[in-house]
């Protein structure tokens, strides 16, 4: 079935600091992937779509200057939390979607800002 | 797409069935059912989905109401490690892959 893998799968930095995870499809070319955030306790909520070769979608309440969307190619995006800041700290996951399956979801990257 | 209504948390026992209920009492006539389930620390895991028909995988059963209104997620034999969240999604199904999840109900399996 389709992979999407995550990395990394947990991070830790310093307040101020930027963090890049990565998403890839392993086995499939995603024009469209989606990046959620998970705070302790709670469902996941959509930030963003991510649309291979042009500007990423934002959900209402997400700050697109601070959560950087790049879509460069057909198996990988990847989100950079810029300053991130100890509320930052979160539980971040994407996923993608082979055509004619349904909706893979990568291991998840633990954020920890400091 | 469709709200959808699941209890907060139920237990079950190792070895014995445990039947998941999802309410979506509005769901529009091409809307599907999906169930995920997330276990701690994990990406969300798709386990299966359906419109109208009873399904089955090897994860799962889903059974789902002739009105449509309810469905039920059945794991037949639970164990450990299907302690998780399990998320009833209703939506058209498309190729967006776009989720919108709820709550979830919190299964944990007891030995």
């Known amino acids: 079935g389709a992979v999407v893998s995550q990395h990394p799968s947990w991070v830790i930095c310093k307040s101020g600091t930027s963090v890049k995870i990565e998403c890839r499809s392993l086995d499939f070319q995603a024009t469209t992937m989606f990046w959620y955030r998970q705070f302790p306790k709670q469902s996941l909520m959509l930030m963003a779509t991510s649309n291979e070769g042009s500007k990423a979608t934002y959900e209402q309440g997400v700050e697109k200057d601070k959560f950087l969307i790049n879509h460069a190619s057909l198996t990988l995006s990847t989100l950079t939390v810029t300053s991130a800041h100890p509320e930052d700290s979160s539980f971040y996951i994407c996923?993608?979607?082979?055509?004619?399956?349904?909706?893979?979801f990568g291991q998840g990257t633990r954020l920890t800002v400091v | 797409d469709a709200k959808t209504t699941q209890p907060t948390s139920m237990d079950c026992a190792e070895g014995r069935a445990a039947n998941l209920p999802c309410n979506h009492s509005t769901i529009s006539g091409n809307e599907y059912v999906y169930w995920y389930r997330q276990i701690h620390s994990q990406g969300p895991q798709y386990i299966i989905h359906g419109l109208k028909n009873n399904e089955t995988n090897e994860m799962a059963s889903l059974i789902i109401t002739e009105d449509r209104k309810s469905s039920t997620l059945i794991l037949p034999h639970a164990t450990l490690r299907d302690t998780a969240v399990y998320y009833c999604i209703v939506r058209v199904r498309r190729n967006d892959y776009k989720l919108s999840f709820g709550a979830g109900t919190t299964v944990t399996v007891r030995a």
């Open positions: 996923s993608a979607g082979d055509r004619g399956t349904e909706a893979f």
